[in-house]
């Protein structure tokens, strides 16, 4: 016979993880919930005919500037947000940048509880995260799971120009339709993504908020957009000669694969083949160095380019314009 095994009722109560595990995850939802918006948008199409979309977008100012993605908010310039007590409330857009995937809304000032932005490059892979969004109509909705992977690439695109949003966040955290817009958050409650797209079944994709996206969505509040420099490249990564790599202590560079016609890189001089190291002093391994220097400030200033030609060190001055797409 097997033994009875008594269990005191005074005994020491042990937690259970998941009832942790629960604590946090009801916490964050509670307090983010508020904060996080049902967007309902109108888009004009062919023939006069209206087409409807939506999204989640996040409260980040007391004042009315709300956080989304822009491929919610393209094609349109207002629409209506819907919060978990009830209010509607009509938002304007203020500005988008498509090719970081990120726009700010405005609504009237009321009241509104403004979410608390993290910093992503805390996180750590397997760390706990809450996605908080309003996936297929579904207000409010609340997934949890942990930070499957870091330093994802995402590739974005608005007219001719593309870029390589980087260090996205991914994460098993249930993710659909509706979800694009909505608040990634940490285990304290701040908002370290934007959740931007389903990558497949368990990979969802954020849009880190880092000192990158902080100073994007800074411009697009204060300005209404987002300046870019622009060189006139297409380029790839390439091994550094040996020599050259010892001698600048660096093991890539970019080669230059063409140089769009009339573009500064043009003007400058440029040519294909050509293996820049360096660019206003600061070394280039790969085309995302180069579109991390490529900021507003660049925009009509000469700058300097380093670079390798048929074997020979030659330095280039370049003139930067804005992007425009």
Same mark, same amino acid.
């Given at each position: 016979?097997?033994?009875?095994?008594?269990?005191?009722?005074?005994?020491?109560?042990?937690?259970?993880?998941?009832?942790?595990?629960?604590?946090?995850?009801?916490?964050?939802?509670?307090?983010?919930?508020?904060?996080?918006?049902?967007?309902?948008?109108?888009?004009?199409?062919?023939?006069?005919?209206?087409? !409807?979309?939506?999204?989640?977008?996040?409260?980040?100012?007391?004042?009315?500037?709300?956080?989304?993605?822009?491929?919610?908010?393209?094609?349109?310039?207002?629409?209506?947000?819907?919060?978990?007590? +009830?209010?509607?409330?009509?938002?304007?857009?203020?500005?988008?940048?498509?090719?970081?995937?990120?726009?700010?809304?405005?609504?009237?000032?009321?009241?509104?509880?403004?979410?608390?932005?993290?910093?992503?490059?805390?996180?750590?892979?397997?760390?706990?995260?809450?996605?908080?969004?309003?996936?297929?109509?579904?207000? &409010?909705?609340?997934?949890?799971?942990?930070?499957?992977?870091? +330093?994802?690439?995402?590739?974005?695109?608005?007219?001719?120009?593309?870029?390589?949003?980087?260090?996205?966040?991914?994460? !098993?955290?249930?993710?659909?339709?509706?979800?694009?817009?909505?608040?990634?958050?940490?285990?304290? +409650?701040?908002?370290?993504?934007?959740?931007?797209?389903?990558?497949?079944?368990?990979?969802?994709?954020?849009?880190?908020?880092?000192?990158?996206?902080?100073?994007?969505?800074?411009?697009?509040?204060?300005?209404?957009?987002?300046?870019?420099?622009?060189?006139?490249?297409?380029?790839?990564?390439?091994?550094?000669?040996?020599?050259?790599?010892?001698?600048?202590?660096?093991?890539?560079?970019?080669?230059?694969?063409?140089?769009?016609?009339?573009?500064?890189?043009?003007?400058?001089?440029?040519?294909?083949?050509?293996?820049?190291?360096?660019?206003?002093?600061?070394?280039?391994? +790969?085309? !995302?160095?180069?579109?991390?220097?490529?900021?507003? !400030?660049?925009? &009509?200033?000469?700058?300097?380019?380093?670079?390798?030609?048929?074997?020979?060190?030659?330095?280039?001055?370049?003139?930067?314009?804005?992007?425009?797409?």
């Amino acid at each position: 016979m097997g033994a009875l095994r008594l269990v005191s009722l005074n005994a020491p109560h042990t937690e259970e993880p998941l009832d942790a595990y629960s604590r946090v995850v009801t916490e964050v939802a509670r307090s983010l919930a508020p904060s996080v918006a049902n967007l309902r948008v109108s888009r004009r199409i062919a023939r006069g005919r209206r087409l !409807d979309g939506g999204g989640s977008g996040v409260v980040i100012t007391p004042d009315g500037f709300v956080l989304t993605s822009a491929h919610v908010v393209a094609g349109t310039d207002r629409g209506v947000a819907s919060f978990v007590d +009830g209010r509607e409330l009509t938002v304007e857009l203020v500005g988008a940048d498509p090719l970081s995937d990120l726009a700010v809304l405005r609504t009237e000032p009321s009241e509104l509880v403004a979410a608390e932005l993290g910093d992503a490059e805390s996180l750590q892979v397997g760390q706990l995260v809450v996605a908080i969004g309003n996936p297929n109509g579904f207000a &409010g909705s609340v997934t949890a799971g942990v930070v499957s992977a870091l +330093g994802r690439s995402l590739p974005t695109r608005s007219g001719s120009a593309t870029r390589i949003v980087e260090n996205v966040i991914q994460t !098993d955290a249930a993710l659909n339709p509706g979800n694009s817009g909505g608040a990634l958050v940490d285990g304290s +409650g701040r908002v370290v993504g934007i959740n931007t797209a389903v990558a497949g079944v368990g990979l969802g994709l954020a849009v880190p908020i880092n000192a990158t996206t902080r100073a994007i969505v800074g411009a697009l509040m204060s300005e209404g957009r987002f300046r870019r420099a622009y060189i006139g490249i297409a380029g790839d990564s390439r091994p550094l000669p040996p020599r050259l790599a010892a001698a600048l202590d660096r093991k890539r560079g970019i080669e230059v694969v063409q140089v769009f016609e009339g573009s500064p890189a043009d003007r400058a001089g440029l040519r294909a083949e050509d293996l820049i190291v360096e660019v206003d002093g600061a070394p280039v391994g +790969g085309v !995302d160095d180069l579109q991390r220097l490529m900021a507003g !400030d660049l925009i &009509g200033r000469t700058v300097q380019a380093r670079l390798l030609r048929q074997g020979r060190e030659v330095t280039v001055e370049l003139v930067p314009d804005e992007l425009v797409f």
